[in-house]
């Protein structure tokens, strides 16, 4: 079943700030003030990093612009949203979201973030795997095929959770170096730990793929809605089949080290559409109450 955000709507207020929309506070009951009248666009973070993501929502807007391109948002609960990938390559600065009319602007503060590198040594035989792009390119139809669609409403309200117990390896977003030669960045987060312990769906949602897949070995993909995913790699074991819709916390499979992998642990990315973004705000936090 979806979640409802009505609830969550009726007491969010939107306040403008010198130019700057932002969510005020929740509040409850009667002191309520749903400032109806005023045109609203907003945007949170207001401020944010190459690889984030953001959270567009309006009234009134049904298109809005930034880094001069064009972003139509989808009607939702009432109002028009979109969440918006900012690019590993966006340049640092201070950026306008705009709605296509140009009636309606807030700004966005992208800050600069360091990326480590990441050197890995696998043996021959493991990186000839990479080299099969039959195959590669098979399990990349069958991933965008799963992520051509979402639901239109959210299934999740609250905040996401860490989707195992273990030791993150790999943060997000390093550059991969693979036998010295630089690879794919690393746009999902790495957490090890012994093969067999459990990992469960880090929100609602439905499975939109589980199956077993060359590179990423068992793979599961969840969408949550809004066009937002999770994908969870390199499993022993999966215990959801596609279709089938889970709750947070519910467990979907077992670490494992299956396909490109060189020891037990869980490859989990989140993303926007096909868009790899960083996790982390998506844990800190419910989206819709990112600040
Ligand atoms: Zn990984």
Known sequence: MLHS?????????LTFVSGTSTYGQVVEGAQVQLEKQQPSLSVSPASTYPGDVIFV????????????????????????????PIPFNAKPGSYQVQSADKKLSVSLTISPKK????SITVSQKMN?????????NADQKKINAARAASAKSAY?????????????????????VVNGVPAN????????????????????????????????GNTIIIDHGLNVFSIYAHMSKLEVKTGQEVKQGQVIGQMGTTGFSTGPHLHYGMLIGNTYVNPQPFFEASPFLWK
């Open 185 to 216: 960045r690393h746009a999902a987060i790495d957490i090890a730990n012994k093969t067999g312990t459990p990992i469960w769906a880090s929100n609602h949602g439905k499975v939109v793929l589980a199956d077993s897949l060359y590179l990423t």
């Open 128 to 136: 000839q795997m990479r080299q099969d792009t039959a195959r590669i």
């Open 57 to 84: 929502r309006s009234k009134e807007a049904q298109t809005v612009t930034l880094f001069s391109q064009s972003y139509p948002l989808q009607p939702s609960q009432g109002e028009y949203t979109r969440f918006i």
């Open 5 to 13: 955000m009505v609830s969550f709507m009726l007491v969010a207020a």
């Open 115 to 118: 990326f480590e590198v990441d």
């Open 156 to 176: 999740f309200d609250g905040p996401f959770k860490q989707p195992a117990i273990g030791k993150l390896t790999t943060p997000f977003g390093y550059q991969r």
